[in-house]
């Protein structure tokens, strides 16, 4: 980005700012997490899986890697133990249980999980590998899914839970959950309300933070307005967020570019609509009429107006040139301090300044 797209860039921001900052009265969105379910009910597109499938799942995968050769065999041997250790370490969290089952057995899946904190950077393309088994794919996928929204990369969290299906998901509403977080920070209302609805679609049977999150932001999509101040504020705050990421690639900026085009938009439209008040209020003050009929129209620049009065006027004693533009000293400082109480402070300084040139004979005086 150039330094003037830069340069237009921040005036843009600080503009959206001041209007983002005025009463915004017009509206009002809805905090209430009751609300009316009719929106919602619909049979439900996909069911919870209880801890005892997900368990045989684990063990049927495992016997299958082991007896392949391709994870350790001591892991199917041991399973239930750790099983049983992890549910009580786990807090009940279901999927963290299962990927640290799958990393005991895989080292891969283990290295991913050891550094959740810089997941971005870890390798996970033998996650589509062909002899990669489904059920550890989705698993693991979904976690690392999980992780990256929690590290506010949504981007990464949205492109790998993309292809994940809720009825083959070990946590179906923790994908459905996550994917709409993405999908709503990115500004993807359609998909969002979409993943939204079905997860509502199980209200009462998934966690509860799930279900009061997901009718805040189902309520929020439905206030939302394309190229609105606050559809634009968002796109600047995404924005803001892949800079502070280290993110100033083309994505990045193309999302700029659009908060700039936007904010053009929104600016020229600004513009219309005053020039036609300011149309409006002159018709009006025009039809009034300040002569003898009631009609008077201003004269055409174009027309010799005709006068026969006798184009003289009184001339004024104005004084000396040489004391043009001087003032009494408490006068001048009265005059200097109104205009720093009235206008910003480079303008003070430009005054003084033109005074000081003034007193040397640097200006020519008129």
């Known amino acids: 980005m150039t330094a003037r797209r830069i340069a237009r860039f921040v005036a843009s921001s600080w503009l959206l700012l001041v209007l983002v900052a005025a009463p915004a009265g017009a509206r009002s969105v809805r905090a209430e997490t009751g609300g009316d379910d009719r929106e919602f009910a619909r049979a439900p597109s996909w069911s919870i899986p209880t801890e005892e499938e997900v368990r045989r799942r684990l063990a049927a995968w495992l016997a299958a890697e082991s007896a392949a050769g391709r994870v350790d065999a001591t892991a199917a041997a041991t399973m239930?133990?750790?099983?049983?250790?992890?549910?009580?370490?786990?807090?009940?969290?279901?999927?963290?249980?299962?990927?640290?089952?799958?990393?005991?057995?895989?080292?891969?899946?283990?290295a991913i999980r050891r550094g959740a904190a810089s997941a971005a950077a870890a390798d996970t393309s033998w996650l589509d590998a062909a002899d990669t088994a489904p059920f550890e794919r989705d698993a693991v996928k979904l976690w690392l899914g999980r992780e990256w929204v929690r590290q506010d990369r949504f981007d990464e969290g949205l492109a790998v839970m993309a292809g994940l299906d809720p009825a083959d998901a070990v946590d179906p509403a923790a994908l459905l959950f996550h994917r709409a977080a993405c999908q709503h920070w990115m500004l993807e209302a359609d998909l969002a309300a979409e993943s939204l609805d079905r997860l509502l679609e199980r209200a009462g049977e998934i966690p509860i933070r799930y279900e009061r999150v997901a009718r805040l932001l189902r309520?929020?999509?439905?206030?939302?307005?394309?190229?609105?101040?606050?559809?634009?504020?968002?796109?600047?705050?995404?924005?803001?967020?892949?800079?502070?990421?280290?993110?100033?690639?083309?994505?990045?900026?193309?999302?700029?570019?659009?908060?700039?085009?936007?904010?053009?938009?929104?600016?020229?439209?600004?513009?219309?609509?005053?020039?036609?008040?300011?149309?409006?209020?002159?018709?009006?003050?025009?039809?009034?009429?300040?002569?003898?009929?009631?009609?008077?129209?201003?004269?055409?620049?174009?027309?010799?107006?005709?006068?026969?009065?006798?184009?003289?006027?009184?001339?004024?004693?104005?004084?000396e040139g040489d004391g043009w533009g001087k003032l009494p000293p408490h006068q001048r400082e009265e005059a200097m301090q109104q205009i720093g109480r009235e206008f910003p402070a480079h303008y003070r300084e430009a005054i003084e300044h033109y005074f000081k040139r003034l007193a040397s004979g640097e200006e020519k005086r008129p």
């Open 80 to 110: 239930d133990a750790r099983w049983s250790a992890d549910r009580a370490a786990a807090s009940g969290d279901l999927l963290d249980r299962v990927v640290h089952a799958i990393a005991q057995a895989d080292p891969r899946c283990d």
């Open 219 to 319: 309520s929020d999509l439905a206030s939302l307005e394309d190229e609105s101040l606050d559809h634009i504020a968002r796109r600047m705050r995404d924005s803001t967020r892949r800079l502070d990421q280290g993110r100033a690639g083309p994505r990045t900026l193309a999302v700029q570019e659009g908060v700039i085009e936007s904010l053009d938009k929104l600016i020229k439209a600004i513009e219309q609509q005053q020039q036609q008040q300011q149309q409006q209020q002159s018709q009006a003050s025009g039809g009034s009429g300040g002569g003898r009929g009631g009609n008077a129209t201003p004269m055409d620049d174009s027309r010799i107006a005709g006068g026969k009065g006798p184009g003289e006027v009184t001339k004024r004693d104005i004084g």
